[in-house]
């Protein structure tokens, strides 16, 4: 059965700073998916990234990078010189691939205060 | 554009009446999926759909049904709502190529008193 474990459950950092939130899961299938999602106090779900188990190379998107290790079954999300308006709940996700997608599992989020 | 919405926003109701929170998605996706948040819980699949008249059980389902008449709609119904279900309610869609994501619609809030 998938799993997936963000251990950290709340996270405080001075503005700029960097933190890393970290994501870790489990599956039994060689194919899958990897997400993670940012909820701001809003209340809405925005996606950020999705990486498939073929594609083991870290991602960069401004602030946000991606540290994608198969070998120890980890998604870790770093935000660098973070900011007040990066205060979320970030949450990662699993999909596994069979026929079509299964519904993603979440884990439980984490929430970022980032502090001025 | 496409966009989810979901109906109401915000909802009270009593213990034991039957509630119905709708979700309107105009992506023309194949699939959405029902999720509830709560605390110290994350988001928790309750039903899911493949496609017109397909449904299937999530993780928490129990007291709660879906049904599929056409692509655009998938209304969730707490047959007999439990204080239990005062959480958070989120509606999502997405497409069905390799490159899919899900959109989130904006939540419900439902407060069974």
């Known amino acids: 059965a998938q799993k997936v474990t963000q251990a950290q459950t709340e996270i405080s950092v001075v503005e700029k700073e960097d933190v890393t939130l970290d994501c870790v899961y489990e599956t039994r299938d060689t194919t899958y998916y990897l997400f993670w999602y940012k909820q701001p106090p809003s209340g809405e779900l925005v996606f950020l990234i999705r990486?498939?188990?073929?594609?083991?190379q870290n991602e960069i998107s401004g602030r946000y990078s991606w540290n994608f290790q198969k070998s120890t079954s980890s998604f870790n999300f770093t935000i660098t010189a973070s900011q007040v308006v990066d205060s979320a709940v970030y949450f990662c996700?699993?999909?596994?691939?069979?026929?079509?997608?299964?519904?993603?599992?979440f884990g439980k989020g984490t929430r970022l205060s980032v502090i001025a | 554009d496409a966009e989810i919405t979901q109906s109401p926003r915000h909802k009270i109701t009593e213990t034991g009446r039957q509630v119905t929170l709708a979700c309107h998605q105009t992506w023309n996706h194949n699939n959405m999926f029902w999720y509830r948040q709560d605390l110290g819980h994350g988001l928790r699949l309750i039903h899911y759909?493949?496609?017109?008249?397909?449904?299937n059980k999530g993780e928490v389902s129990d007291g709660y049904s879906v049904s599929r008449s056409n692509t655009e709609d998938l209304p969730l119904t707490l047959e007999s709502a439990a204080s239990s279900q005062t959480s958070v309610y989120f509606c999502a869609s997405s497409g069905t190529g390799k490159d899919e994501k899900l959109f989130f619609g904006s939540g419900t809030q439902l407060s069974v008193l």
């Open positions: 996700a699993l999909s596994e691939f069979a026929v079509g997608n299964t519904p993603l599992v």
């Open positions: 990486r498939n188990s073929f594609d083991e």
């Open positions: 759909s493949y496609g017109v008249q397909d449904t």
